[in-house]
């Protein structure tokens, strides 16, 4: 059992922990090495430490291994270092926190997708449907390549040391074909969310790097219901360099996000106009995984890759809160996108660059200070993740083993400190797990969490 607050603890082959009583009577040869003093809690090094300790023992056990791991800014990624769109949304926070949109599915409406590409984990993509002919059919092959590039920048594994640094990689997939040409009809894209809306596959969030300039009634009637059913629908605003409206980006229902180079000025092709709500990095090149080969990186430009960059932050938002609607999240981005352009609202760059620090932090300051996202457990060991807003800060931890007819055989406290971001910890040995803040913390949450 445990009770934390987290930091890298690693226990010598041998320790143990002894909890004193009072007027404990300690051999003079003996060294005892403070752990929590005023409740009597010592380490000694060895087994004949504690027999010679005697009657003045109250309880003991061996020590454990804990350990912490935290998302580095850089990642193992080979063209990491050429993703300058990262950089400047501060896509960096999501990793340190770990939030990689886990839970969440994403619907592409697009040109299908290679799911054999490596840089996708296996099982990331989930069975799709290509909605090209009279017949629906799950041959969603991407003849070309829209659609694998548009997937990549949202779930491009990270740190998988393949490819591209992903957004949100820890998202399902959830491709439907509408085309195998780069122009294609209204009715192809209404076919696609017909598809996607009646399939027995659900979705949190929609994604269309498409367009029309035809202000089509039915297409945007079927939006506004899927809207309505709590799904984010994400549009790019087109690449005609004027301000020429395209659809569904400019439906009032829908976020229409326009493009930034890497000077942050508008990309020359971005349309500018009311339908550009925000903007992302889309000029420039922007590098995703290919078509030519299942593990083949090539780069492009367009608002086609500004649309999923705020995509993935929609589905980093709803991993946290999946509660979060269209409207919800449009005032996040309202609240946080980093103004350019003219103070304020404008045409081109909408309400700002999104900033995926400033949206998270937003969104995180109002969950629990101090949170436990995922638990593992083996036969030996238990893993937790947990996840924290406060900055680095010293607590307690309590180590707690039960034996199978659940009376209590061993307990221990250890002081830790807590990670800004996300931490990860690892203890030997233990049933239940418990996690636990000091009242003399205040700002910390309370959290008990069990395993049976």
């Given at each position: 059992?445990?009770?934390?607050?987290?930091?890298?603890?690693?226990?010598?082959?041998?320790?143990?922990?002894?909890?004193?009583?009072?007027?404990?009577?300690?051999?003079?040869?003996?060294?005892?090495?403070?752990?929590?003093?005023?409740?009597?809690?010592?380490?000694?090094?060895?087994?004949?430490?504690?027999?010679?300790?005697?009657?003045?023992?109250?309880?003991?056990?061996?020590?454990?291994?804990?350990?912490?791991?935290?998302?580095?800014?850089?990642?193992?990624?080979?063209?990491?270092?050429?993703?300058?769109?990262?950089?400047?949304?501060?896509?960096?926070?999501?990793?340190?926190?770990?939030?990689?949109?886990?839970?969440?599915?994403?619907?592409?409406?697009?040109?299908?997708?290679?799911?054999?590409?490596?840089?996708?984990?296996?099982?990331?993509?989930?069975?799709?449907?290509?909605?090209?002919?009279?017949?629906?059919?799950?041959?969603?092959?991407?003849?070309?390549?829209?659609?694998?590039?548009?997937?990549?920048?949202?779930?491009?594994?990270?740190?998988?040391?393949?490819?591209?640094?992903?957004?949100?990689?820890?998202?399902?997939?959830?491709?439907?074909?509408?085309?195998?040409?780069?122009?294609?009809?209204?009715?192809?894209?209404?076919?696609?969310?017909?598809?996607?809306?009646?399939?027995?596959?659900?979705?949190?969030?929609?994604?269309?790097?498409?367009?029309?300039?035809?202000?089509?009634?039915?297409?945007?009637?079927?939006?506004?219901?899927?809207?309505?059913?709590?799904?984010?629908?994400?549009?790019?605003?087109?690449?005609?360099?004027?301000?020429?409206?395209?659809?569904?980006?400019?439906?009032?229902?829908?976020?229409?996000?326009?493009?930034?180079?890497?000077?942050?000025?508008?990309?020359?092709?971005?349309?500018?106009?009311?339908?550009?709500?925000?903007?992302?990095?889309?000029?420039?090149?922007?590098?995703?995984?290919?078509?030519?080969?299942?593990?083949y990186i090539t780069r492009s430009s367009g608002t086609s890759f500004s649309s999923p960059t705020v995509a993935a932050a929609a589905a980093l938002a709803k991993s946290i809160n999946p509660s979060i609607t269209q409207s919800d999240f449009k005032q996040l981005l309202i609240d946080t996108c980093t103004d350019l352009g003219d103070e304020g609202y404008d045409t081109s760059f909408g309400h700002g660059l999104l900033n995926i620090r400033s949206m998270l932090e937003n969104e995180l300051s109002k969950q629990d200070n101090i949170s436990v996202y995922e638990v593992l457990k083996t036969d030996t060991d238990i893993t937790f993740k947990i996840r924290s807003t406060l900055e680095d800060t010293a607590s307690t931890i309590l180590c707690a083993d039960y034996s199978e007819d659940g009376t209590l055989s061993s307990a221990h406290?250890?002081?830790?400190?807590?990670?800004?971001?996300?931490?990860?910890?690892?203890?030997?040995?233990?049933?239940?797990?418990?996690?636990?803040?000091?009242?003399?913390?205040?700002?910390?949450?309370?959290?008990?969490?069990?395993?049976?």
């Amino acid at each position: 059992m445990l009770f934390l607050t987290s930091a890298a603890v690693y226990a010598a082959e041998g320790d143990y922990i002894v909890e004193l009583g009072e007027n404990a009577a300690v051999p003079y040869s003996l060294s005892l090495e403070p752990v929590a003093p005023s409740r009597g809690i010592y380490l000694v090094k060895s087994m004949e430490d504690v027999l010679a300790l005697g009657d003045s023992v109250v309880s003991y056990c061996k020590d454990s291994e804990a350990s912490l791991h935290s998302y580095p800014d850089t990642t193992n990624d080979p063209y990491f270092s050429y993703q300058w769109n990262l950089e400047c949304i501060d896509a960096a926070f999501a990793r340190k926190f770990d939030i990689r949109g886990e839970g969440v599915t994403v619907c592409i409406i697009d040109s299908g997708i290679m799911s054999s590409h490596t840089d996708f984990y296996e099982n990331s993509v989930l069975p799709g449907i290509n909605a090209v002919g009279e017949e629906y059919t799950s041959d969603v092959t991407d003849n070309l390549g829209h659609g694998t590039g548009v997937a990549g920048v949202i779930a491009a594994g990270i740190n998988n040391s393949t490819g591209i640094c992903g957004i949100a990689d820890k998202v399902k997939i959830f491709p439907v074909k509408v085309t195998d040409s780069k122009t294609f009809s209204v009715s192809s894209i209404l076919r696609g969310i017909e598809a996607a809306y009646t399939s027995p596959q659900s979705f949190d969030v929609l994604n269309l790097s498409l367009g029309t300039a035809d202000n089509n009634t039915m297409l945007e009637e079927y939006i506004e219901k899927i809207v309505a059913d709590g799904t984010i629908v994400v549009a790019s605003v087109g690449n005609d360099r004027n301000s020429t409206l395209n659809y569904p980006a400019a439906f009032e229902s829908v976020i229409g996000v326009g493009s930034v180079d890497k000077n942050l000025s508008r990309s020359s092709f971005s349309n500018y106009n009311s339908s550009v709500f925000c903007t992302a990095p889309g000029g420039t090149s922007i590098y995703h995984p290919g078509t030519v080969t299942n593990s083949y990186i090539t780069r492009s430009s367009g608002t086609s890759f500004s649309s999923p960059t705020v995509a993935a932050a929609a589905a980093l938002a709803k991993s946290i809160n999946p509660s979060i609607t269209q409207s919800d999240f449009k005032q996040l981005l309202i609240d946080t996108c980093t103004d350019l352009g003219d103070e304020g609202y404008d045409t081109s760059f909408g309400h700002g660059l999104l900033n995926i620090r400033s949206m998270l932090e937003n969104e995180l300051s109002k969950q629990d200070n101090i949170s436990v996202y995922e638990v593992l457990k083996t036969d030996t060991d238990i893993t937790f993740k947990i996840r924290s807003t406060l900055e680095d800060t010293a607590s307690t931890i309590l180590c707690a083993d039960y034996s199978e007819d659940g009376t209590l055989s061993s307990a221990h406290y250890r002081d830790i400190v807590l990670k800004n971001g996300a931490n990860s910890f690892t203890f030997t040995g233990g049933d239940t797990l418990f996690i636990w803040k000091p009242d003399m913390q205040p700002l910390m949450s309370r959290f008990e969490y069990r395993i049976f």
